[in-house]
């Protein structure tokens, strides 16, 4: 199976070069040119909880001359999903797939927009990993895997994959309820990746702060009422509880906060953001999902030009606007 790694950041980078190390045929396509030019000069050095690791897969800042590919595993922040949906369309076989393991919701319509139904499969991974700068990324978690088709049916392609990440050394499955476990993930990610990304702290630190632990049951409490009305039907019967336990646990710096640390655009819209679109539609209430997402855009615009724009002159801002104000009236 010869495989196209579309976003090849922390996830991607593991999963690419851990497939890679396994003997597999995969080229890793990601837009940072330093990383790129990283892997090509040193290698990619993966380390963490599966040992340190340096392999040589291709890379490329794009797609141009590439493929074909038998399969696409799309790991780019959700808001260039329609963008690797395009470089997949060019770069598979016409019988080549795509395989999301992103976060959020959105990602499967989006691919399936481009390259129909048929020709996407979804899945969750409960992995982590971090960037840690060019060349190099840590696997910080290892988690369940659990990928399928969208009608639910078994296929010989769906276990092709299940069967390469689990040679790779991962912990993949097959099912049949590819949406639902999506959902799962969905919900922790809505409760637990804002939270951390608003407070700067990691789950096993928020949820020791019985304010911030109260917000997490009011967040949750509007997140299962959407899920209710979509029908979804979560695979763990008690997810409140292991979203809970999960926080005790765990002290991961949750990819929210990784991108709010380094100024980048957040997934807040495939996450909070789309909670709330998806609970208009039933009439429902979302008060602390919508203030949630309006706080992480504010942090996020704020943090945006502390990293990357000079520092502003708030005193001359003032007086140009208070000039322009005059000059209006």
């Known amino acids: ?74 790991f780019v922040d959700c808001n ?16 080549g797939f795509a395989l999301t393991l992103q976060n959020g919701i959105g990602n ?54 299940v069967d390469a990440l689990n040679k790779a050394g991962f912990k993949a499955s097959l099912t049949d309820r590819a949406r639902d476990y999506i959902w799962e993930k969905f919900t922790l990610n809505c409760a637990i990746n804002p939270l951390a990304a608003l407070t700067g702290l990691r789950g096993g630190e928020f949820i020791r702060i019985a304010e911030i632990d109260a917000l997490q049951d009011r967040v949750l409490d509007e997140v299962f009422a959407v899920g209710k009305a979509k029908g979804i039907r979560y695979p763990n019967p008690d997810l409140r509880a292991y979203i809970k336990e999960h926080c005790h646990k765990r002290f991961n710096q949750p990819s929210m906060l990784q991108h709010v640390t380094q100024g980048r655009r957040t997934e807040i819209d495939a996450l909070n953001g789309a909670l709330v679109r998806e609970a208009k539609a039933f009439g429902i209430a979302t008060p602390y999902n919508e203030t949630i997402v309006a ?18 002159d708030y005193q001359k ?6 000039a322009a104000m005059a000059h209006k009236g």
Request: charged share 20%; with cysteine.
């Open 317 to 322: 801002l003032e007086a140009d606007t208070a």
């Open 108 to 161: 499967v319509e989006a691919l399936s927009e481009c390259l129909g139904e048929a020709r996407v499969l979804a899945g969750v991974s409960m992995d982590s990993a971090n960037y840690r700068g060019a060349g190099h990324a840590s696997y910080t978690n290892q988690g369940p895997i659990h990928l399928g088709e969208l009608d639910g049916k078994t296929t010989s392609r769906a276990q092709a994959l």
């Open 1 to 74: 199976m010869k495989i196209c790694m579309i976003g090849s950041g922390a996830m991607g980078s593991v999963f690419g070069g851990l497939l890679c190390k396994a003997g597999f045929d995969v080229t890793l396509v990601d837009l940072r040119a330093d990383h790129v030019v990283a892997i090509r000069e040193r290698g990619l050095r993966i380390d963490g909880v599966r040992g340190e690791h340096v392999v040589r897969p291709p890379v490329s800042v794009d797609h141009a001359g590439l493929g074909p590919f038998d399969a696409a595993i799309v």
């Open 80 to 95: 260039s999903t329609r963008t690797a949906a395009a470089t997949a369309a060019q770069v598979l076989k016409p019988d």
């Open 295 to 312: 706080l992480i855009k504010g942090l996020q615009k704020h943090r945006e030009q502390v990293v990357h724009q000079p520092p502003i």
